[in-house]
């Protein structure tokens, strides 16, 4: 049997869908010890300081882990049918162009 292009894709996806969440509660974790260090400073600017850059690398990197599954989302359901993806039924040939 020839694997086709959605037998990758759905490979590519069960490898992402474990590493996901792992990925935004790392993010949430960061965010939340920045917090953490932000109150307990006691007015201490260093750790203040260092409490912020926390939170703001949290922020942003929950954003870029969202922001990332949602693209992968959006082009999968653009190019795929869920059967298409479960039952690898895209044929890479079939995503050729083809120019007279």
């Given at each position: ?8 894709i759905n ?35 260093k750790k ?53």
């Amino acid at each position: 049997m020839n694997p086709t292009f959605s037998d990758l894709i759905n490979k590519i996806l069960g490898y992402l869908a474990p590493i996901v969440p792992l990925i935004l509660t790392l993010t949430m974790v960061v965010f939340i010890w920045g917090l953490a260090q932000f109150i307990l400073a006691s007015g201490d600017e260093k750790k203040i300081e260092s409490g912020k850059k926390l939170m703001i690398w949290g922020i942003i990197g929950f954003f870029v882990a969202v922001s990332i599954w949602g693209i992968v989302a959006v082009l999968t359901s653009t190019f795929f049918t869920p059967s298409e993806l479960q039952d690898g039924a895209v044929d890479v040939d079939s995503l050729i162009i083809r120019r007279n």
